[in-house]
């Protein structure tokens, strides 16, 4: 007993990285869910639509600023532990003042283009004042991630999760449970202030890895933009799907059709969660992998990634199945309408799961072009197919469409990381000739 005891812990020990990352991600589902329940309980489906629809579009727009920075920072600033040098501040300043400014740039658009940019986005749906708090959570949703990644970059993943997913949502939940927040602008611009203090708390955490001694290591942003820029289309690409299922929902069929989609959305995101959670952390040790030409250890940290992500989300998938009403019981009466989407959405993401961080081995191993083709060509298909959906199915249309657009890419992707790299997620080997 005692042995086996010692062999649990050891496991424990070895993914505690991960389990740290998939529990604060647990968190952030669940103060996400209760900003659904307050709002949904209190204010209604289309004051759900609205808010979800709002704090998308953020997350989007967000997403278009950074370039794809985000992503590219774990992929080279990772360098740093396989050679032991701290990080230039010159090399950080760059990334983050080049995201920012992008950030702000599209703020600046939103505010001077006035309808021409706001009807195509929300038509009537949501309120022509939301614009400033728009602004000001898409910079707060860009700022989090930015600094998040660079704290994951140096492998201080609980930091880098609590930054990216916990901080805002839990602000929000804090504020409408409290009071502070009474309305759907309120609980955005509370959205809005928690991002801007978890930003100030990632550049405080990440001091300690900076250096402006000659020692540090310097990497050009020519060399981030390299990489970032098919890794910004893979961002888009996957940010899209949420966001556009919301709109074409909001657009065609209501803010109430919207606020239903998001709820399902969000109760299937359990499982998105636990993936993104997972393939966060271990898209900085695979990317350190790569880097030390250890392509044995991307192979066993892909099939650690794909096992963990699975046995976390079979039982939750059964769960979420038989749960789904309940649970949108809890949020009100008219949300039981979206049960079936629950169903579609959560078998979709349990699917995805199962292919494994495909996408990913591609991204931190070299393969940005790659993943970019493959990403580009389902975003595509999915603005194609997405409104024709909508048209023939209603919201369980858009749920199918997009879960079977997501499958396919990540298909592809396994496709080309089993034959063209020689990796098997699951089995976590390489074939010779890979090697070679």
Not at 277 to 303: C, Q
Not at 340 to 359: N, R
Not at 398 to 419: G, H, K, P
Not at 420 to 433: D, P, Q, Y
């Amino acid at each position: 007993m005692g042995r086996l005891m010692q062999a649990v812990l050891r496991k424990l020990e070895q993914h505690s990285a991960a389990l740290s990352s998939l529990a604060i991600r647990g968190a952030s589902v669940l103060a996400g869910f209760a900003v659904t329940i307050m709002i949904g309980s209190s204010m209604g489906a289309a004051a759900t639509g609205q808010f979800a629809l709002t704090a998308q579009t953020a997350i989007f727009l967000a997403v278009i600023g950074l370039l794809g920075l985000d992503v590219g920072v774990v992929r080279h600033f990772a360098k740093t532990l396989a050679s032991g040098a701290p990080l230039a501040l010159a090399t950080v300043l760059r990334v983050c003042t080049l995201g920012f400014t992008f950030m702000a740039a599209i703020g600046l658009i939103l505010l001077l283009a006035g309808d021409l940019v706001w009807l195509p986005l929300f038509g009537d749906v949501v309120p022509r004042e939301f614009l400033i708090v728009l602004c000001a959570l898409l910079v707060a949703r860009g700022g989090v991630q930015l600094l998040g990644a660079l704290l994951r970059s140096q492998h201080r993943f609980t930091s880098g999760q609590f930054v990216a997913a916990l901080a805002i949502p839990a602000s929000t939940a804090f504020a409408l449970v409290t009071g502070i927040a009474d309305s759907v602008e309120d609980a955005l611009w509370a959205a809005s202030a928690g991002g801007f203090v978890a930003m100030v708390f990632a550049a405080i955490t990440f001091r300690r890895h900076v250096r402006r001694s000659v020692e540090a290591l310097d990497i050009s942003l020519k060399t981030v933009l390299t990489s970032s820029i098919p890794l910004w289309g893979v961002a888009m690409a996957t940010n899209i799907g949420d966001w556009y299922g919301l709109a074409v929902a909001a657009s065609m069929l209501g803010a109430a059709e919207a606020g239903y989609y998001r709820v399902a959305a969000q109760i299937a995101a359990v499982l998105q969660i636990i993936s993104v959670a997972l393939f966060a952390v271990y898209s900085a040790k695979i990317s350190t992998a790569y880097h030390a030409d250890d392509t044995e250890l991307v192979a066993r940290l892909a099939r650690s990634a794909v096992r963990l992500s699975t046995a976390a989300a079979l039982p939750a998938s059964i769960i979420l199945l038989i749960a789904s009403e309940p649970l949108l019981q809890l949020i009100g009466d008219e949300f039981i309408a979206a049960r079936s989407l629950v169903y579609i959405l959560v078998v979709g993401q349990l699917a995805f799961t199962l292919t494994g961080p495909c996408g990913l081995v591609l991204a931190m191993s070299g393969h940005e072009k790659i993943n970019l083709i493959i990403t580009v060509a389902g975003t595509l298909l999915l603005l194609a197919c997405v409104p024709a959906a909508a048209a023939y199915a209603g919201l369980e249309g858009i749920a199918v469409c997009i879960s079977a657009i997501m499958l396919l890419r990540n298909i592809l992707a396994y496709m080309i990381v089993r034959y063209k790299l020689g990796i098997g997620i699951w089995t976590g080997t390489v074939r010779a000739s890979s090697m070679d």
